[in-house]
């Protein structure tokens, strides 16, 4: 069976272009998750901190009076 060459020609450049469209839609997804993962990491790490600067603060005071935080 013989396919006209522009239907090959047509089918082969829709290949082409729908290979550079799923790269290019993958590399971006993975920089846009990675970059999500490092965001998230540091906004808990910097949380966290926070969080155990006040315990700390909270523990060195005994006495009932207020704190003044930094």
């Known amino acids: 069976m013989y396919i006209p060459l522009q239907l090959r020609l047509t089918f082969f450049y829709t ?12 590399t971006v997804y993975s920089q846009a998750e990675q ?12 949380r966290a901190a926070s969080v155990r600067m006040g315990k700390d ?5 005994p006495s009932s009076l207020p704190l003044i935080l930094p």
């Open 15 to 26: 290949l082409v272009l729908a290979l550079a469209l799923w790269f290019f839609g993958q």
């Open 35 to 46: 970059r999500a993962y490092s965001d998230l990491d540091s906004n808990l790490s910097s």
């Open 57 to 61: 603060l909270f523990l060195s005071n």
